[in-house]
């Protein structure tokens, strides 16, 4: 039975559209009428005529889904089964009453997944940039074409390697480029079970121990799709699950949030952040990348070890850090990839007394630079840096900023021998020369390992 016509609410209201009527062992009739909801709630009463017709009786079910129009929305009601029509003179004049339930919001819902899967699968498949689905063990399971191409890999070959495959060949080409310890963050699980695999990988790395590594827990990266509207159900969860299990773990020395307007507020980092002190760990901080809007004042207020980024740290901010021996850690690299004019601003914040050090940043979606030595030659030409600044930032600076300045980034007795020889003329030229890797051997705590020169994309 095809109904078209008007739909009215029991409150007046008026909807325009069209349903559609299963009519159960009778022919298909059509029908033009009115559809009146009943009073109470809760309950649709369709009232109408039907055309002359041999059979007196129909027993009428409604299969499905009603769907309307009211004021240009859509509209979408589950109704039970309907009863009979009774027989008239010229017409079959009929009620038809059955309980009546509003799913509109789940039609929705359901809509809108399957447009998101729609979009998840065309930029996974389409997006210029390396993508993979990996398990709880650390195995692809699924890589985009793009990722295949930049590692020179078929996606075959890809599900055969790990995440301890890829974060070994990754570590090899930061030690060729002079880095002798490496901060490694998680934060690309979102997940009590993902974040813990993810650190358990950091911490197969810090057993090798070439480059050194420090481990660093980034569990409030983002808030996960399905906690956009429970932020403060997820900031429980960070704090109250991951962090234990993190720090019962033992590979994360840091705490870490990325404190920004439009990811995690300062009170919600501020949260995250005092309860990882409750733990016992080290603080960190995502600060003022996007917006100056406190993230550097919450790191230096709690006792941060870092704040970096700070592309857009306040007046305020800069004099916090200048007062603290919190490190501003710049990310020029993260800037230039990305393409935006915001500089962080190195050379205030070393007048105003503060210690800056520099870093690449690199991470697969916002900067894939591995060269500490670009990131002293960027800090010049794009931060106002002087030379011996920019290098003072990549050593002393940088180890200062994950806890190791008595131990490390100076040659000095009683400092470990991590060492990066480069074939140089004149000192100054470590920040002049870029596209080129002037480091020829490496030695990290006084053992030699120069690795080979291999392309950042084989795994092989």
């Keep these: 039975l095809a109904l078209n016509g008007t739909v009215t609410h029991a409150d007046g209201a008026i909807l325009q559209g069209t349903a559609t009527l299963n009519l159960l062992g009778a022919t298909i009739v059509a029908f033009d009428g009115d559809v009146n909801p009943g009073t109470s709630p809760g309950i649709l009463a369709i009232t109408g005529n039907l055309p002359q017709s041999a059979v007196s009786t129909y027993n009428i079910a409604l299969n499905g889904t009603v769907a309307m129009r009211y004021e240009s929305s859509d509209t979408y009601l589950h109704v039970a089964p309907m ?3 009774a027989d008239a003179s010229s017409t079959f004049a009929f009620t038809m009453i059955g309980a009546a339930q509003d ?4 039609v929705e819902a359901q809509a809108a997944f399957r447009d998101s899967e729609a979009k998840l699968r065309t930029l996974f498949e389409q997006v210029p940039v390396g993508i993979a689905q990996v398990s709880l063990e650390g195995r692809c399971l699924r890589a985009n074409p793009w990722l295949c191409t930049l590692l020179g890999q078929s996606e075959t070959a890809l599900q055969q390697r790990t995440l301890l495959d890829l974060t070994h060949r990754r570590l090899a080409r930061l030690l060729a480029h002079g880095t002798t310890t490496v901060e490694v963050k998680s934060g690309y699980g979102l997940a009590t079970d993902v974040e813990l695999r993810q650190l358990d990988v950091i ?22 799709l399905e906690y956009r509207s429970q932020r403060a159900a997820y900031v429980e969860l960070v704090a109250h699950e991951m962090l234990p299990a993190a720090a019962r773990q033992g590979v994360a020395r840091y705490c870490d949030v990325f404190c920004e307007p439009g990811v995690f507020t300062v009170e919600e980092s501020r949260c995250v952040l005092e309860a990882a002190r409750r733990l016992g760990l080290g603080l960190k901080a995502h600060a003022d990348e996007l917006d100056g809007s406190g993230g550097a004042e919450l790191a230096v207020e709690l ?4 704040a970096d980024h700070l592309a857009q740290v306040s007046d305020t901010g800069i004099k916090a850090l200048a007062g603290s021996d919190t490190v501003a850690v710049l990310l020029p690299g993260t800037q230039l990839f990305l393409g935006r004019d915001a500089r962080a601003p190195a050379r205030r914040l070393i007048d105003a007394g503060a210690a800056v050090a520099l870093a ?3 991470n697969p979606g916002s900067s ?17 840096m002087v030379p011996a600044e920019a290098i003072f930032a990549i050593t002393v600076n940088g180890a200062a900023a994950v806890g190791e300045a008595g131990t490390r980034g100076q040659i000095a007795p009683g400092f ?3 060492l990066a020889l480069a074939r140089l003329r004149d000192w100054r030229e470590l920040v002049y020369w870029y596209g ?8 990290v705590a006084g053992s030699p390992c120069h690795p080979a020169e291999q392309p950042v994309n084989s795994l092989v």
């Design 83 to 85: 009863f009979h029509l």
């Design 103 to 106: 799913i509109t919001a789940e």
């Design 203 to 224: 911490g197969a790395v810090m057993r090798e121990g070439r480059p050194a590594i420090v481990g660093t827990f980034l569990g409030a990266h983002e808030f996960p």
């Design 303 to 306: 006792g941060a070890v870092s």
């Design 360 to 362: 690449t940043d690199f």
């Design 368 to 384: 894939p630079g591995m060269s500490l030595p670009l990131m002293a030659t960027l800090g010049v030409s794009q931060l106002g």
């Design 416 to 418: 470990r021998a991590d």
């Design 436 to 443: 080129v890797n002037l480091v020829t051997e490496v030695w």
